[in-house]
C-alpha cells in the first residue's frame, strides 16, 4: 500500500513559479514510476508529467514540455514537479500518482493522492 501526499499548490501569478511536492509512504517507493496529472474546471483529467524508477525517463505533455520538470528523490520518497512560466490555462486541480512498472502517460495508476490545487492568474 502506498499513500501519496500532495503539497505546494497555490495562487500564483502568470509567468511565475510554484514547485509541488508529492511525499510518499511505503517501503516499495523506489519500485513505482510516479506521474503527474491535472484537472481543471469543466475538463477531464489529464496527464502531466510522468517519471521511471530510477528517475533517468521522464515523459511531458505537449502543453507544459519546456516549462515543467518532474524529479525523484528516493531516499526522501519524494516526486516534484517544478512549474516555471505559469499561465492560466495551467489552473486545475494537481494529482501525484504512482504505479508498479514502467511508466507511463495513461491513467493506468495504482495509487492516487488527494490532489493540491493550483490557480494562476491573468
Known amino acids: 500500500q502506498v499513500q501519496l501526499v500532495e503539497s505546494g499548490g497555490g495562487l500564483v501569478q502568470a509567468g511565475g513559479s510554484l514547485r509541488l511536492s508529492c511525499a510518499a509512504s511505503g517501503r516499495t517507493f523506489s519500485n513505482h514510476a510516479m506521474g503527474w496529472f491535472r484537472q481543471g474546471p469543466g475538463k477531464e483529467r489529464e496527464f502531466v508529467a510522468a517519471?521511471?524508477?530510477?528517475?533517468?525517463?521522464?515523459y511531458y505533455s505537449d502543453s507544459v514540455k519546456g516549462r515543467f520538470t518532474i524529479s525523484r528523490d528516493n531516499a526522501k520518497n519524494t516526486v516534484y514537479l517544478q512549474m516555471n512560466s505559469l499561465k492560466p490555462e495551467d489552473t486545475a486541480v494537481y494529482y501525484c500518482a504512482a504505479k508498479r512498472g514502467l511508466a507511463t502517460t495513461s491513467s493506468d495508476y495504482d495509487y492516487w493522492g488527494q490532489g493540491t490545487q493550483v490557480t494562476v492568474s491573468s
Open positions: 517519471i521511471g524508477w530510477f528517475g533517468g525517463y521522464a
